[in-house]
Each structure stands twice: as C-alpha cells, then as structure tokens.
C-alpha cells in the first residue's frame, strides 16, 4: 500500500490527481536523477560503496560525451554538512580509478571529474527537498501533467512519495510524484547565495577554532 497523506495545503487539482495515480500504481523505480542512462546507473553501482567507505555520499554520476574522450561528472558530498573537501575529491577520484582501473567499465578514453554538487546545486533524493525547503527550484517530469513538464517554484518539502511546490502561478501547493521527476536542480538566487555564504562562514570558524585547539 502507498497511501497518499495530506499536509495542511490543498495541492491543485491537476497535481492531486498525479499524485494521486502515482500513489495507486505504487510502483518504484530509480529515478533519473542520481543516474540518467543505463551505462550511468551501472556505474553508480561501482563508485557508491567506494564512496561510502570514503564516508561520502554520491549526489549524481554523468557520463557525457560522445564516441571521443569522455567525461565522467562524479558529484560527491558528506552527509553531515553535505559538503565536500578539495582533499576528499581527489581521494575518491583515486579510489574511484583504482576499481576502474581491475572493472574497465569505460571503453575508451575518459577524464574523471569529482566535484562538490555546487550552490544550484542538483537535487537527486527526495531528502533534498526537505533540505532545501523554502528555496526556489526547476523540476521536469517524465511525463505530462495538466500540459507541461516543466515547473518552477519554491519547494515546500515532501508529502508521502510526493515533492511539494509552490509553482510560480499558482495559488495552492502543487504535488508532484518524486518518481516521476527526471530533473530538478536549485535555482541561483540572492537568498540561496547567502545561505552558501553564511554555511562557509560557520565551518571557516569551526576549523579555525578546531586549529586553535
């Protein structure tokens, strides 16, 4: 059973019927946000529990490029602060070779970029929505919902196995299937950009007084 709660909001009819199917198919899958194609979820399969020992956890792969040298995008962050160090990136670009270099799971040639997921930074787990609640974002479905798939707002958190929005335009907070969603990303704003500012302050002066000590 995947029953469709209700917060103290009225989502627009058109979303609550979305959601509302989406709760009575009750079907998962992975969602293409953490891996968009095959050959990325296969591996995100073989860098996740590399990360994981490093104590990291993974944001998004993207293997991009064509039939030239490649690029792999690995977005990486810890848990705790979900950030990263410059430090920890080459330490998981080193393990992360090292399984690539026994699996061969890229033919060719490729380059190997690991990064912080940034301040408009993808949001790939429903947890981030509850994370980033009250900031604006850009969502697109897989699918048509009341004709478009592309939606922009301020994220009001999650509902169930719902992300909800207030939609630019609209009156009542949307709900839009998480499952259904094959992009989302933060928008860059003033307030999102202060909020990366005062997170950067606060750890500089606890590794200050961590140096002290």
């Not at 079907?27 to 979820?41: G, H, Y």
């Not at 009341?146 to 949307?174: C, H, P, Q, S, W």
Request: hydrophobic content about 40%; glycine content about 6%; charged content about 35%.
């Amino acid at each position: 059973m995947c029953p469709l709660t209700s917060l103290d909001r009225r989502p627009t009819a058109p979303f609550e019927a979305a959601a509302a199917e989406a709760s009575r198919f009750c079907f998962v899958r992975d969602p293409a946000l953490k891996a968009k194609t095959v050959e990325d979820r296969a591996l995100l399969e073989l860098i996740e529990p590399v990360a994981e020992s490093l104590g990291l956890d993974i944001v998004r792969v993207r293997l991009m490029g064509g039939t030239q040298r490649r690029r792999l995008q690995i977005m990486a962050e810890r848990p705790s602060d979900h950030d990263i160090a410059v430090e920890e990136c080459a330490r998981l670009s080193r393990a992360v070779s090292e399984v690539f270099d026994a699996a061969d799971p890229i033919s060719g040639e490729y380059l190997l970029e690991v990064s912080s997921p940034g301040v408009d930074r993808p949001l790939t787990r429903q947890s981030d929505f509850d994370l980033f609640e009250g900031f604006e974002a850009r969502l697109e479905s897989d699918r048509m919902i009341e004709g478009r798939k592309r939606f922009k707002g301020v994220i009001a958190g999650t509902d169930g196995d719902n992300v909800a929005m207030d939609l630019d335009g609209e009156e009542d907070t949307a709900l839009i299937p998480f499952d259904w969603l094959v992009d989302a990303k933060l928008v860059l704003t003033d307030e999102l950009m202060k909020a990366g500012a005062e997170k950067r302050a606060a750890r500089n002066d606890n590794n200050s007084s961590e140096t002290e000590d």
